[in-house]
């Protein structure tokens, strides 16, 4: 009887997960049709065997040096792609940003292959990364940044440290479309922030704001890596000790 219910259960458990990849991949197959052709997809395998298999596997199952990248979407791939983070060049707390070994059209590519091997993030829609409309509340984006990103990113977004080795990269200078990506996938160190977390409206809004301190610079000149007081208190201490130390240094040249 022991016997029986465990061979039982392990049919409906079989029978439930098949139905489920089949239903993942039917709606993977769903998004990339609206975005992709067959074509763009065994191209993208292609280049995933040639370039990705030694780390994530054949069939982006997994391997011993890379995770699983079924289900992570087209978005996820169009950032670490896009961005250059991957390929990575070496093993490390997490992959820095460097020039793309890909092009815009072999990224896509890429992208549609994963995306049809599960449903996952999809690349933003171009109305979702527009900060001219007249719409985009960039003081809310403001907000938002300062509650949900400053943390990690500083509050001037020049990044900063966390632990072990990692950090929370520059959003100087980054695409529109990566920052998307970022907070849709949450790549590394970085939590997720879905749609139901911070809608598709407030990440434009965040964007704008980004968008909006990097073409302002620094009107108030040296930005001493953005790190507000406690940078500007140690360059004044550092410089006022040493005009002190030199005043006295002529004064007591000037009495022998």
């Given at each position: 009887?022991?016997?029986?219910l465990l061979l039982l259960g392990?049919?409906?458990?079989?029978?439930?997960y098949?139905?489920?990849?089949?239903?993942?991949?039917?709606?993977?197959?769903?998004?990339?049709?609206a975005?992709?052709?067959?074509?763009?997809?065994?191209?993208?395998?292609?280049?995933?065997n040639?370039?990705?298999?030694s780390?994530?596997?054949?069939?982006?199952a997994?391997g011993?040096?890379?995770?699983?990248l079924?289900?992570?979407g087209?978005?996820?791939?169009?950032?670490q792609?896009?961005?250059?983070r991957?390929?990575?060049q070496?093993?490390?707390?997490?992959?820095p940003?460097k020039?793309n070994?890909f092009?815009?059209?072999?990224?896509?590519?890429?992208?549609?292959?994963v995306?049809?091997?599960?449903?996952?993030?999809?690349?933003?829609?171009?109305?979702?990364?527009?900060?001219?409309?007249?719409?985009?509340?960039?003081?809310?984006g403001?907000?938002?940044?300062?509650i949900n990103c400053a943390m990690?990113?500083?509050?001037?977004?020049?990044?900063?440290?966390?632990?072990?080795?990692?950090?929370?990269p520059?959003?100087q200078?980054?695409?529109e479309?990566?920052?998307?990506e970022?907070?849709?996938?949450?790549?590394?160190?970085?939590?997720?922030?879905?749609?139901?977390?911070?809608?598709?409206?407030?990440?434009r809004?965040?964007i704008?704001?980004l968008?909006?301190i990097?073409?302002q610079g620094?009107p108030?000149?040296l930005t001493?890596?953005?790190?507000?007081?406690?940078?500007e208190g140690?360059?004044i201490?550092?410089a006022?000790l040493?005009?002190i130390?030199?005043f006295m240094?002529?004064?007591?040249?000037?009495s022998s």
């Amino acid at each position: 009887m022991g016997l029986a219910l465990l061979l039982l259960g392990l049919l409906v458990t079989g029978g439930l997960y098949s139905v489920a990849s089949t239903v993942n991949q039917a709606q993977a197959a769903t998004q990339v049709t609206a975005a992709a052709s067959a074509d763009d997809i065994t191209e993208g395998e292609k280049l995933f065997n040639a370039n990705c298999a030694s780390c994530h596997g054949m069939g982006a199952a997994g391997g011993p040096s890379g995770p699983s990248l079924i289900g992570v979407g087209a978005a996820s791939v169009d950032f670490q792609v896009g961005t250059g983070r991957m390929p990575m060049q070496m093993n490390g707390p997490q992959a820095p940003a460097k020039p793309n070994q890909f092009n815009e059209e072999q990224t896509a590519q890429l992208a549609a292959y994963v995306a049809s091997l599960g449903a996952g993030p999809a690349i933003p829609e171009d109305e979702y990364l527009d900060i001219n409309r007249e719409d985009v509340d960039i003081t809310r984006g403001g907000d938002l940044f300062r509650i949900n990103c400053a943390m990690c990113h500083n509050a001037a977004a020049a990044g900063g440290a966390l632990t072990r080795g990692k950090y929370a990269p520059s959003l100087q200078g980054v695409e529109e479309k990566h920052i998307y990506e970022a907070m849709e996938t949450g790549p590394q160190n970085m939590p997720v922030f879905s749609d139901s977390n911070i809608k598709p409206e407030d990440k434009r809004d965040i964007i704008a704001y980004l968008k909006t301190i990097e073409n302002q610079g620094s009107p108030g000149g040296l930005t001493l890596g953005s790190l507000g007081p406690v940078s500007e208190g140690l360059f004044i201490w550092t410089a006022g000790l040493a005009l002190i130390i030199g005043f006295m240094v002529w004064l007591t040249s000037r009495s022998s």
